[in-house]
């Protein structure tokens, strides 16, 4: 047998060391990146460099007092202060990393790596336990049994705790507003809800959280002074928040009119033609991917049409109206709708009469008992078609919601020959012609349309 030197065993333990800390940051850093990349990715490149600093430097703080307390030492009792304040700096730095420098966030880190050293300490989990390797094996596979099935009921307990506290927290509601009464609030409370919509990226959790922030507030009465905000004297917050809910509902209309274009520009054809045939499954994909942010299109939809009904009576400045935002709304809700109804397979056609009834023609794909469709065989309860359905569903919700608030005032327009220029946008509609927006809103009118 050979024995070891006292160098060997110190360069041994280095060495473990030096290899601990390497995999430490390695691991550190890739969370870091995905933490970055799909929540954070509004931030400046010296705010993530100097955050991704600061967050090594809280693990390697932690780590090095970690493996300080697992070494042999006589005088634990002095390191043990040691290992708590470590382990609640570390805490404290890694929360504000990730969150931004905040009073309240870097005290919840603190408390959080206080809790963990605290019960670090009480579950003495620096001492090891070697098992008695003499013991026949099914002696020990005996004795073990006991706590083993502890252990399994423990980490059910502590998984299904998990689980119902994450249920809670995905639909908890996060509020983009300065605390109310102070002097952000008295400025600009809309500011942090539109910078959000603004600047985060398409696919980030923040955008959607603050599209059903957006959505809470134009909707309910929960946080009415919020929704007041976007009615001031100038109109330019107004014009923002129109613009933020017009934008996906816009995206969403123009990428079905570029599935609709075949190879030229004066070949239109419907893409439920293209898109139900079992021989084209990459234009299949492409359009499943269109209704892929049903959530932020619905919330869009949602929150425009309230806060456009709700304009009538709160905007005593009628700077939506005076805006155009109220004409805009309409029709891109309208050519959504047309955009998504001909998804699910029905043509559209303009009528040469101008009458107000009938004067808009839907002709819906018939459907066997089978629930087949029997131009194209597509099954209705494709995932593709609900979606749209719901989308479809929505959207008819809205317009009615806008209808059902101005109603009295289209009318009037309509018998005066005004319900086009007042209510149709004069721009190009993102989908169809403004003949056709025009005579789906006089169906709406009619409450004939479905």
């Not at 709700?310 to 109206?321: I, N, P």
């Amino acid at each position: 047998m050979c024995s070891w030197t006292a160098a060997e065993s110190d360069m041994v333990v280095k060495n473990r060391l030096v290899g601990f800390l390497l995999w430490q940051s390695i691991l550190s850093s890739l969370i870091f990146l995905a933490f970055t990349i799909t929540i954070v990715s509004w931030r400046s490149a010296t705010a993530i460099f100097v955050s991704f600093f600061s967050f090594h430097l809280s693990q390697l703080l932690f780590s090095v007092s970690l493996s300080t307390v697992l070494s042999p030492q006589p005088k634990f009792r002095r390191i043990l202060p040691v290992l708590l304040t470590a382990a609640a700096v570390s805490g404290s730095l890694s929360a504000v990393s990730f969150c931004g420098f905040n009073g309240r966030v870097g005290f919840k880190g603190f408390a959080s790596g206080l809790f963990y050293a605290s019960f670090y300490v009480y579950k003495r989990r620096w001492v090891l336990q070697f098992p008695i390797i003499q013991r026949p094996l099914f002696f020990s596979f005996k004795m073990g049994i006991p706590s083993a099935i502890i252990r399994a009921l423990k980490l059910s307990a502590a998984a299904y705790l998990f689980s119902a506290l994450l249920l809670v927290l995905h639909t908890k509601r996060f509020i983009f507003a300065p605390p109310k009464g102070s002097a952000a609030a008295e400025t600009n409370p809309s500011e942090p809800l539109l910078a959000t919509l603004e600047e985060s990226s398409p696919a980030s959790l923040l955008k959607y959280l603050a599209y059903l922030d957006l959505c809470m507030v134009c909707e309910n009465n929960v946080d009415y002074w919020r929704r007041a905000a976007f009615f001031e004297e100038t109109g330019e917050t107004y014009k923002r928040v129109a613009a933020v809910c017009l934008s996906p509902l816009e995206q969403l209309a123009s990428k079905l009119v570029q599935g609709f274009e075949g190879s030229s520009d004066d070949k239109i054809f419907s893409i439920s033609d293209q898109l139900q045939s079992p021989t084209n499954p990459r234009q299949n994909s492409k359009c499943h991917e269109l209704v892929n942010d049903f959530q932020v299109y619905t919330w869009s939809a949602r929150a425009l049409a309230s806060l456009t009904s709700r304009s009538r009576k709160e905007d005593r400045f009628g700077v939506a109206q005076l805006s155009g935002s109220n004409a805009a709304a309409i029709s891109t809700l309208i050519a959504c709708l047309l955009a998504v109804e001909t998804l699910m397979g029905k043509k559209i056609s303009l009528q040469p009469s101008h009458q107000l009834m009938g004067a808009f023609s839907t002709k819906s794909a018939t459907f066997s008992t089978g629930r087949r469709d029997v131009r194209t065989g597509k099954r209705r309860d494709d995932p593709l078609y609900s979606k749209a359905y719901a989308m479809a569903d929505v959207l008819r919700t809205s317009i009615y919601g806008i209808v059902s608030a101005f109603h009295h005032e289209m009318l009037n327009s309509a018998k005066a020959g005004l319900l086009e220029k007042d209510w149709i946008t004069s721009s190009k509609p993102p989908f169809g012609t403004r003949e056709l927006l025009l005579q789906k809103l006089h169906l709406f009118l009619d409450f004939q349309a479905s």
